[in-house]
């Protein structure tokens, strides 16, 4: 185990995420939940009784909810975003720190592509966990938060469109990472591979892999969202399963004794 530059650098990044973490969640605990308390519960009573004391109807419902929604845009603060940014800034501080632990234990290993099966299928169901648990945040954390309205179903709805939204995701992730961990079992080389001869097949890699590193990169910055907190680290997970899967269709295969 060696202190080298790669290490002191994310072990910095992890400190100073994990600082940045608790500021904003003191900043979010001293931020009040509405801009004037006292107007927002007025105007949420006086929704509430147009709903509760009378006939209302669909269309007295659906306005209801649109008033609501408005509601919230005109009193909120920045109490949340400041406690989505903390909570992503802890999660990615932990995951610095486990990725300078690994530094400081494989060194450049973790630069070249990875074959082992436990491995690869370990991080897949840690990214699609994630995955599902950063799409499912947003509604749950609009429920507690109090931003949704008790009236209407706003959150069964969105968490079962996380669970339909899982179905491609899964799919293609899973499509993405085995096949090549099974068809190139004695591949290896390194995980930043961008082409070697003959170059169509690093042609078509590049190009088979180039939207779902997109993705990947999307999740990543959406750290800021209600669930980013779990997105994030499931961005960086994806990220590296889709540069190993594709690194592993670029890179020669490495031959062993007795089968040449």
């Known amino acids: 185990m060696k202190f080298t530059p790669a290490v002191r650098v994310t072990a910095a990044i992890a400190l100073i995420l994990l600082l940045a973490g608790g500021v904003l969640l003191w900043l979010a605990a001293a931020t009040p939940w509405h801009t004037d308390s006292n107007a927002y519960f007025a105007e949420l009573q006086r929704l509430r009784a147009t709903l509760y004391f009378g006939q209302p109807d669909g269309e007295t419902f659906k306005a209801a909810t649109a008033r609501f929604a408005a509601l919230q845009t005109q009193y909120a603060t920045r109490k949340w975003l400041y406690a ?43 990214a699609l966990v994630a995955t599902l648990a950063g799409l499912a945040a947003d509604p749950l954390h609009r429920f ?41 079992r004695r591949a290896s080389g390194p995980l930043l591979v ?30 800021a969202s209600r669930g980013g907190w779990a997105l994030a680290p499931a ?26």
């Open 84 to 126: 989505d940014i903390a909570y992503a800034c802890f999660s990615l501080g932990v995951c610095a720190v486990i990725v300078a632990a690994l530094v400081m234990r494989f060194g450049g290993r973790l630069l070249r592509t990875q074959k082992s099966a436990l491995v690869v299928i370990g991080v897949t169901v840690l």
């Open 235 to 260: 961005g960086l997970l994806l990220l590296w399963l889709f540069l190993n899967g594709r690194a592993l269709w670029i890179a020669p295969k490495v031959e062993v004794d007795g089968l040449r």
């Open 194 to 223: 961008f082409t070697r001869p003959p170059h169509w097949p690093s042609i078509l890699a590049n190009a088979v892999y180039a939207l779902p590193l997109a993705f990947a990169v999307f999740l990543i910055t959406s750290f």
């Open 144 to 184: 507690y938060r109090e931003q949704l309205p008790e009236w209407s179903d706003a959150l069964e709805i969105p968490l079962a469109g996380a669970l339909v939204a899982m179905i491609p995701i899964a799919t293609a992730t899973l499509l993405l990472v085995l096949p090549p961990l099974i068809l190139r």
